[in-house]
């Protein structure tokens, strides 16, 4: 089973900041199959990034996905009021597919 | 537009049963995998169950395995999943969730709003 490692596990930063989330695996993800997902308060997840780097329909740019192998990093250049949330990294090159425990950003 | 509805979520004791169901809208259901992912509370997300467009290719994780069934009316563009031996672990938001394609490799693309699932005495 490949485990994603999120961190931090908190990122507290003001609107308008750039915030940069990491998401480690125990080995290398296959063929970059790497998701990003966000997900507010008492809402489901919303997809944000597939295959490592590419934005999923309608999300703004933002939000960008880079890293191969084992390191990963979401990137939201400017933090938007609607940002602060939970976010997510899922891997779905390998069974089981597994999650990171998540990254919670905040609002300083 | 992608609609994904689920029903079906409770409070039952331990060792009860329980079948989710996920109405879909918007795609060509039979196109497509579908997941049941679940969510504890305060906690992060997990990846139950699976199964292909046409319903001949399923998958389990481990602590499931042998109580959970997925399955899916592509008639009726509805997912299920029954639940039996339920136990405590088992409590969360049970999620339905669209494949980005019907086969391997496939992401999760769209998330329906979840019920809840609570298993108590």
């Known amino acids: 089973e490949i485990v994603l490692t999120q961190s931090p596990g908190t990122l507290s930063l003001s609107p308008g900041e750039r915030a940069t989330l990491s998401c480690r695996a125990s080995?290398?993800?296959?063929?970059?199959?790497l998701t990003w997902y966000q997900q507010k308060p008492g809402q489901a997840p919303r997809l944000l990034i597939y295959?490592?780097?590419s934005r999923a329909t309608g999300i703004p740019d933002r939000f960008s996905g880079s890293g191969s192998g084992t390191d990963f990093t979401l990137t939201i250049s400017r933090l938007e009021p609607e940002d602060f949330a939970v976010y997510y990294c899922?891997?779905?090159?390998?069974?089981?597919?597994?999650f990171g425990q998540g990254t919670k950003v905040e609002i300083k | 537009e992608v609609q994904l509805l689920e029903s079906g979520g409770d409070l039952v004791q331990p060792g009860g049963s329980l079948r989710l169901s996920c109405a879909a809208s918007?795609?060509?259901?039979?196109?497509?995998?579908m997941i049941w992912v679940r969510q504890a509370p305060g906690k992060g997300l997990e990846w139950v169950s699976a199964?292909?467009?046409?319903?001949?290719?399923?998958y389990y994780i481990d602590s499931v395995k042998g109580r959970f069934t997925i399955s899916r009316d592509n008639s009726k563009n509805t997912l299920y999943l029954q639940m039996n031996s339920l136990r405590a672990e088992d409590t969360a938001v049970y999620y339905c969730?669209?494949?980005?394609?019907?086969?391997?490799?496939?992401?999760?693309?769209?998330w329906g709003q979840g019920t809840l699932v609570t298993v108590s005495s």
């Open positions: 295959g490592a780097s």
């Open positions: 199964i292909t467009g046409s319903g001949s290719s399923t």
């Open positions: 080995r290398s993800v296959s063929s970059n199959y």
């Open positions: 899922q891997q779905y090159g390998s069974s089981p597919r597994t």
């Open positions: 918007g795609f060509t259901f039979s196109n497509y995998a």
């Open positions: 969730a669209k494949g980005s394609e019907n086969s391997f490799p496939y992401y999760i693309d769209y």
